[in-house]
Antibody, heavy 125, light 110 residues
Framework: QVQLQESGPGLVKPSETLSLTCDVSRYSISISSDYYWGWIRQPPGKGLEWIGN???????YYNPSLRSRVTISVDKSKNQFSLTLSSVTAADTALYYCARQEYGGLSLVDAFDIWGQGTMVTVSS | QSVLTQPPSVSGAPGQRVTISCTGN?????????VHWYQQLPGTAPKLLIYGNTNRPSGVPDRFSGSKSGTSASLAITGLQAEDEADYYCQSFDISLSVVFGGGTKLTVL
């Protein structure tokens, strides 16, 4: 069964850059164009917010509200993809999930079928 | 403020039927985009419950069903069980080129 695992620092200082990695196991990112690889976050006690997706080709899609601060990249040799979020504030404190989204022919319309367990990131000095 | 509107909470007794609504507009659900539903048990990651408005992934009990009409969608749970107590989220696509989620609904089994 495909598994996703997030990793990265649990504490980031305000104004600095948050960096997370998602390792994909039991599935090769480079083989199939049937899926997007995405990041979703959940502030404590709140709902889900989509951050962005990347395709195995490197094409990216970002939440318009975060676009100016977000970069998602893929490293096919390591079978992983990464998130960087710059100029963080306390509002970026959240549980960050990586997830796989199906691609059925239209961009971004399908479901996220596999999720990582999530990694908590706190923004504080 | 979420793009898709869900009731903050619903409740029901064991064995009863409950529904959770997800209301959007002409830029998302009303534009014809599919709605998907997730179940998030306490302390765990969301799990796909319904995809493409009405479809259940393998392993999801048929007590869970989804529907969509106009600018809204609904998740129905029949034969409510204690293990169904969780947060439920809807998801769709908005023409602003964004994946959008509902604010989530907490289901309490009385």
């Amino acid at each position: 069964q495909v598994q996703l695992q997030e990793s990265g620092p649990g504490l980031v200082k305000p104004s600095e850059t948050l960096s997370l990695t998602c390792d994909v196991s039991r599935y090769s990112i480079s083989i199939s164009s049937d899926y997007y690889w995405g990041w979703i976050r959940q502030p404590p006690g709140k709902g889900l917010e989509w951050i962005g997706n990347i395709w195995q080709s490197g094409t990216t899609y970002y939440n318009p509200s975060l676009r100016s601060r977000v970069t998602i990249s893929v490293d096919k040799s390591k079978n992983q993809f990464s998130l960087t979020l710059s100029s963080v504030t306390a509002a970026d404190t959240a549980l960050y999930y990586c997830a796989r989204q199906e691609y059925g022919g239209l961009s971004l319309v399908d479901a996220f079928d596999i999720w990582g367990q999530g990694t908590m990131v706190t923004v504080s000095s | 403020q979420s793009v898709l509107t869900q009731p903050p909470s619903v409740s029901g007794a064991p064995g009863q039927r409950v529904t959770i609504s997800c209301t959007g507009n002409s830029s998302n659900i009303g534009a014809g985009y599919d709605v998907h539903w997730y179940q998030q048990l306490p302390g765990t990651a969301p799990k796909l419950l319904i995809y493409g408005n009405t479809n259940r992934p393998s392993g999801v009990p048929d007590r869970f069903s989804g529907s969509k009409s106009g600018t809204s969608a609904s998740l129905a749970i029949t034969g409510l069980q204690a293990e169904d107590e969780a947060d439920y989220y809807c998801q769709s696509f908005d023409i602003s080129l964004s994946v959008v989620f509902g604010g989530g609904t907490k289901l309490t089994v009385l």
